[in-house]
């Protein structure tokens, strides 16, 4: 390990008075001053360890400091580290094949951006070029980007300090099964969020209608897992009204769900899917609209309005291409479908266990805990965009986490496991037994029925 030039009270002020951290207030808070990391833990700059149960961002599936993947890297950056987007290169081209290979039945050709966030931006351009149409339909529980039109198709609070956004954008509910106002009882299903999606295109017209965009498995809004139904009937309900269904597997794509992409639970294809995040398992910037044949077809003789400088840069390309050979190598689509049952049944012990526990939501190695201050009610532990003293009891958690070296992502009254699909048993236990323990605090603040 190289000894690090600056202690961690400097690497923190020259990133708080030199760089802005996003959806924060510069002001209050405090970053982790993360120095290296490998497998599923990371270390601090003065030393501390902490395992990573989200993989940062949700996206570092492939686990730290592959040497594969970062030797790959290494060995484009000596041959060519960029060719303009106009330019045909080994590495954008090998890329795209393997993900023609891989991506869901009729999805083939790739258009490389630098994140999620464009991928979405694209997708729904490409979409209604084709169409000839404007509207979008997209979920409130739902986020696609931090960029303009990305943003605006987001369906959370983090868009309404960015709207006005793009025209178009139309919003339906979501098939959220536990908070369902849809359904007489909870776990009996009865399809009328797909009715309401029927409703809302009758009301828009299927005439204006480009694409509808959905999170495959929602993300930061609640790991939301559909009914194989709901999804069966959304794709029915796209070719009947011959709108394009764009599916985002920013975040659920690339093993997550315990397979290659969400949808596949599903046995469905979109005209769009939309990748990032896992595709380079973030050891460096790239994301993609993948689109079916059809949609291609179209460009062959109308001009693709779209462009980015960096697109199907070189080194990204190859960080993406050594990344899904290592899912191959070490069958990390499986192990994650292996491991996630093997997580699912220990999350489901904790539930059983706290009474602070809603619901935990599992599928793959994408899961999430949803805390109540009583079962019965289900009324959450911190309120939909809670924030200040609202999110105390949350803050508890999350400071216990960080205090015993556990790394997560706490949103509202939910926290998430997402760990590296590589991670062992032994480091899902230890992460576990400190979640326990966290538990023990929110069950203080559980309503005595």
Known sequence: MTTQALGAEEVIRLNKE????????????????????????FWTTDGRRFLDFNSQLMSVNIGHGDERVITAIQEQAKKLTYANPY?????????GQMLAEI???????????????EANENAIKMARMVSGKHKI???YRSYHGGTAGSMTLTGDPRRWAAEPGIPGVVRVLDPYAYRCRFCESAGSCNLNCLNHVE???????PDNIAAIIMETITGTNGIIIPTREYYRGLRQLCDKYKIFLILDEVMCGFGRTGK???????????????VAKGLTSSYAPLGAAIVSEEIASYFDTHVLYAGLTYGGHALACAAGIACVNVYKEDNLIERAAAMGEFLAAEEDKLAAKHPSVGEVRHIGLFTIFELVKDRKTREPMAPFNASGKQMDVMNMIKKFFTDHGLFTFVRWNTFFVNPPLSISKDEIMEGLKIIDEALDIADEFVHAT
């Open 87 to 95: 330019a045909a290169s080994e590495p954008r081209g090998v890329l």
């Open 103 to 117: 991506s869901p039945r009729g999805l083939k050709k790739s258009f490389f951006t630098n994140g999620g966030s």
């Open 260 to 274: 290659w992409f969400a949808c596949e639970h599903y046995d469905i294809s979109p005209d769009i899917m939309t």
């Open 137 to 139: 339909i997209a979920r």
């Open 199 to 205: 409703d809302t295109i009758q009301f828009e017209g």
């Open 18 to 41: 030199y760089t802005l951290f996003e959806w924060s207030s510069q002001a209050g808070y405090s970053p982790l001053p993360i120095d290296h990391a490998k497998g599923s833990v």
